[in-house]
């Protein structure tokens, strides 16, 4: 993913910079990406309770 590219080697100083790196980066995603990232955990969750 290019995002965590970005990220990989940041060195953020403070708090807040890494807060306005986040920031920029999840400007970026675009709701397929969110979906596609939080799916699985979704998934789990939900063949976990039918199993219940």
Not at 6 to 19: D, V
Not at 27 to 43: G, H
């Amino acid at each position: 993913m290019a995002q965590e590219a970005k990220l990989q080697w940041e060195n953020c100083k403070t708090l807040t910079q890494l807060q306005h790196q986040l920031t920029d980066v999840f400007k970026e995603i675009t709701p397929e990406m969110f979906a596609s990232v939080t799916f699985y955990d979704f998934l789990l969750e939900t063949l976990f309770i039918a199993a219940s």
